[in-house]
């Protein structure tokens, strides 16, 4: 089984780095020379995104600010997502605009997984990333979605009712936050990253709504789609074994590194690079399936722990509270 070539990373589109660009500029703390470069990238250029996470700790590091992600998320403009906002704007309705973004989202982002899903009288919007995000990263993707999302709604004047989720503990200080995503409420430690909305709200009419338009620019993205490369990258390939190891007892270090013909320090070290690690990987696997099982199921939770690969349900309870 041959092991997965670097060209098959996961990347991001060069179009996330400019909202940061542009705040970096500004700071008398950066050097022009650490971050002019980066303003020149193509748009559509694709970087691994242990290169960007790197970028972005030597951002925290030159401003000293940890709310860099927010900020940095205040710089997006109009017409920053190219294909994808476009189809957005003018599908039919706010629904169909997200369904629209879930679809093209690899055009931006490699590792994020988009979700919509109606549960009575709430919309939950779920941003799940393949690799586990460090908090300035989690906090530019949500605070992206808000922001671009605004531009959705029915008029200039519309204030939406929101909760915005996180998955990192409360920082002490949520002044960012608050100027970020105001008039919403805002959840720490929650079960993952995304927003919750009043379910009325997929029908809301797109105020850009143009059938002809959404369907030529559609025509344009799935072109473009189709041209990414579609190698599964080394994470997505572990965590497929994972979900097959799951109901056998759990997965193991040992057992998936020979099942990619690694020894496990390479697979270890090869996950690394790709910016998560096993044990995260594992967790992140079970926190997603388990939230899914109880939703979606009338299993009851020594089944969960069944099929999740714990020896106990008092262990699966213990995990679950955790991530809950």
């Known amino acids: 089984m041959e092991a997965i070539p670097d060209k098959s990373r996961l990347c991001f589109s060069a179009r996330l780095i400019f909202p940061f660009v542009r705040l970096l500029q500004r700071l008398p703390s950066v050097p022009p020379e650490a971050v002019d470069p980066l303003a020149e990238l193509d748009p559509d250029e694709r970087i691994p995104i242990a290169i960007v996470h790197e970028l972005l700790v030597g951002a925290i590091h030159l401003s000293g600010d940890a709310d860099v992600g927010l900020k940095a998320a205040r710089e997006i403009e109009a017409g920053d997502y190219g294909a994808v906002e476009y189809a ?26 988009f979700s919509l899903e109606v549960e009575g009288e709430r919309a939950i919007i779920q941003l799940d990333s393949l690799v586990p995000l460090p908090r300035a990263s989690a906090d530019f993707q949500s605070a992206a979605f808000h922001i671009s999302g605004m531009r959705f709604w029915p008029t200039d004047h519309f204030a939406p009712e929101f909760e915005a989720w996180f998955i990192h503990k409360r920082p002490d200080d949520v002044a960012e936050y608050e100027r970020t995503f105001p008039g919403g409420v805002l959840r720490f430690d929650a079960p993952f990253n995304g927003f919750v909305v009043p379910s009325s709200y997929i029908d809301i009419p797109m105020p850009g ?13 799935e072109t473009m789609l189709a041209e990414l490369p579609r190698a599964q990258n080394l994470t997505e390939r572990v965590r497929d074994l994972m979900t097959r190891e799951l109901a056998r007892g759990g997965p193991t270090l040992s057992r998936i590194a020979k099942q990619v013909s690694m020894s496990e320090s390479t697979l270890a070290r090869h996950l690394e690079e790709e910016g998560t690690t096993f044990k995260a990987l594992l967790e992140d696997l079970r926190r997603r399936l388990a939230l899914q099982y109880v939703r979606r199921s009338e299993l009851s ?14 262990a699966f309870y213990r995990a679950f509270r955790r991530w809950t």
């Open 88 to 113: 957005a704007r003018s599908a039919p309705t706010w629904g169909e605009a997200a369904h629209t973004v879930g679809r093209y989202m690899r055009l931006i982002n490699d590792a994020l997984r």
């Open 209 to 221: 709504a143009d059938p002809k338009l959404h369907a030529l620019i559609r025509k344009h993205a």
């Open 301 to 314: 939770f020594a089944e969960i722990a069944l099929l999740l690969g714990f020896s106990q349900a008092a």
